[in-house]
């Protein structure tokens, strides 16, 4: 059973940054990433990573946050900079396992991010 263990996150005035990690358990992880979810907002995903190095991004934050992947197995940074108060909400580690007949999705617990003056 795939776990995902996230840290990082909380509280910055505007223009700040965080870093996000997110670290899977198991194998046959092929995508991982973030979504966020604002009070009365949908969950939207923010940065994805791929195998082979691919990433995808939110349009509302291109140019200001990086999604990388760590040294250790199967764990994704995500680096938030110039960080708006739009862009506060709860950050969700996702994940994507490889099973016989297609694909799992993970959810980590989510962590907060809170960016005000």
């Known amino acids: 059973q795939v776990q995902l263990v996230e840290s990082g996150g909380g509280s910055v005035q505007p223009g700040g940054s965080l870093r996000l990690s997110c670290a899977a358990s198991g194998s046959n992880i092929i995508t991982m990433g973030w979504f966020r979810q604002a009070p009365g907002n949908q969950r939207e995903m923010v940065a994805m990573y791929s195998i082979g190095d691919k990433t995808d991004y939110a349009d509302a934050v291109k140019g200001r946050f990086t999604i990388s992947r760590a040294d250790a197995r199967n764990t994704v940074i995500l680096q938030m900079n110039s960080l708006k108060p739009e862009d506060a909400g709860i950050y969700y580690c996702?994940?994507?396992?490889?099973?016989?007949?297609?694909?799992?999705?993970?959810w980590g617990q989510g962590t907060q991010v809170t960016v005000s003056s």
């Open positions: 996702h994940a994507r396992e490889v099973i016989s007949g297609g694909f799992r999705q993970h």
